[in-house]
């Protein structure tokens, strides 16, 4: 089996493309490096461009004609970057992928796995969401993700083309094998904000505590990096069960999370627990655009996907650390 990566040099592309080679996929990343690392990349097939490049696309597919699906893992992802540059976020997550899907279908290729956002949700009372919650996208990349599947779900109605939506929770920790980690020195969110503390000797700043949760911190469902991966593995080795060719419905949604929520202050003991070094918490008020959060029910994915998540958030931080430790010699700046 053989299966292009768009977005394969970034953080969830790589770590895609390593689980697809342990298991005997081959796969073949399309990146431009705006956010990617060459250093993912190099001892895989690898083609730097973008996914709007229509003539690139054909040239990749008429060298690996044997290509079965597709993974749309390309995007920008920085939410308060999103509300400051909104066309910016609509061109890249948009506009390039109405491009990108023409070029797949032109090239006729029928399965695509498309890498979408828990950030979609609005949460029920108790924080919990699944597959059939209701969307209240609150920024405009998340914006960008629902307008991805719509457009994908009617692409899927109206040609030669099967889609199965993968929604993220909150990716956490690093390849075990340390082949590829997080790739930026100082990543925003919460576990890459408490490497960082440790690292520099920083206080973290434990934002929001009056929330309605059991503690008054957020809650995220943290999903290790390498089950996300895995659960990719799973998809493209079960698609065609999933979604038959010819079937009823050719659009598909799954979760992808662990089914339980973890508070703020949860992870923050748990992280305690695996580091050596001392952390200063500093509680502070909620930052602008800061949200309660929500957690998987994730009977969907255990069905279709004979998968759940098997890593622990002790895992998931020790990976984090160790990558920290090797990241600049992986990543030299
Ligand atoms: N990281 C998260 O917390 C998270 C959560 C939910 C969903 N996602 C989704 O998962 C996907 C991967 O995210 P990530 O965390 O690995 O981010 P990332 O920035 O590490 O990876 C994105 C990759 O896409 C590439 N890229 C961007 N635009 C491109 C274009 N036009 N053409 C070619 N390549 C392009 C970048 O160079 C990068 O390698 C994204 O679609 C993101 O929205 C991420």
Redesign the pocket.
């Known amino acids: 089996m053989k299966v292009l990566i768009?977005?394969g040099?970034?953080?969830?592309?790589s770590t895609v493309a390593s689980a697809c080679l342990d298991d005997g996929i081959v796969p073949v990343v399309?990146?431009?490096?705006?956010?990617?690392r060459g250093e993912f990349v190099r001892e895989r097939i690898f083609y730097q461009?973008?996914?709007?490049d229509g003539a690139l696309v054909d040239k990749i597919f008429a060298e690996h004609p044997d290509i079965d699906a597709v993974v749309h893992?390309?995007?920008?992802?920085v939410v308060p970057e999103s509300v400051e540059h909104p066309l910016r976020y609509y061109r890249?997550n948009v506009a390039?992928s109405v491009e990108f899907v023409e070029h797949v279908l032109r090239n006729r290729c029928s399965r695509y796995l498309f890498?979408?956002?828990?950030?979609i949700y609005r949460p029920g009372e108790d924080l919990s969401v699944d597959e059939t919650s209701p969307l209240e996208p609150l920024s405009p990349y998340a914006r960008t993700?629902v307008v991805m599947e719509q457009m994908l779900a009617d692409c899927a109605h109206a040609y030669d083309l099967r889609v199965l939506s993968l929604r993220?929770f909150?990716?956490v920790g690093a390849d075990p094998l340390l082949r590829t980690g997080l790739?930026t020195r100082h990543p925003s969110?919460l576990l890459g904000k408490l490497v960082t503390a440790v690292e520099e000797d920083e206080e973290f700043l434990l934002t929001g505590v009056d929330w309605p949760t059991r503690d008054g911190s957020a809650i995220r469902d943290f999903i290790h990096v390498w089950d996300l991966a895995e659960a990719h593995v799973r998809a493209l080795r079960r698609f065609d069960a999933i979604l038959p060719p010819g079937g009823e419905d050719p659009y598909q949604v799954i979760n992808l999370g662990t089914g339980h929520g973890t508070t703020v202050r949860e992870f923050v003991a748990a992280f305690q627990a695996v580091c050596e070094k001392p952390l200063r918490v500093r509680e502070t008020g909620p930052r602008p655009g800061d949200s309660v959060g929500c957690y998987t029910r994730s009977e969907r994915a255990r069905e279709l996907l004979d998968w759940t998540a098997r890593f622990s958030i002790a895992d998931a931080v020790r990976h984090s650390l160790r990558w920290a430790e090797v990241r600049d010699t992986v990543l030299p700046a």
Do not use: C, R, W
Request: hydrophobic share 40%; no cysteine.
């Open positions: 768009a977005g040099a970034g953080f969830i592309g399309l990146d431009n490096l705006v956010t990617g461009g973008d996914i709007a893992a390309a995007a920008m992802i890249e390039k890498s979408s956002s828990a950030s993700k993220y909150n990716p790739q969110h």
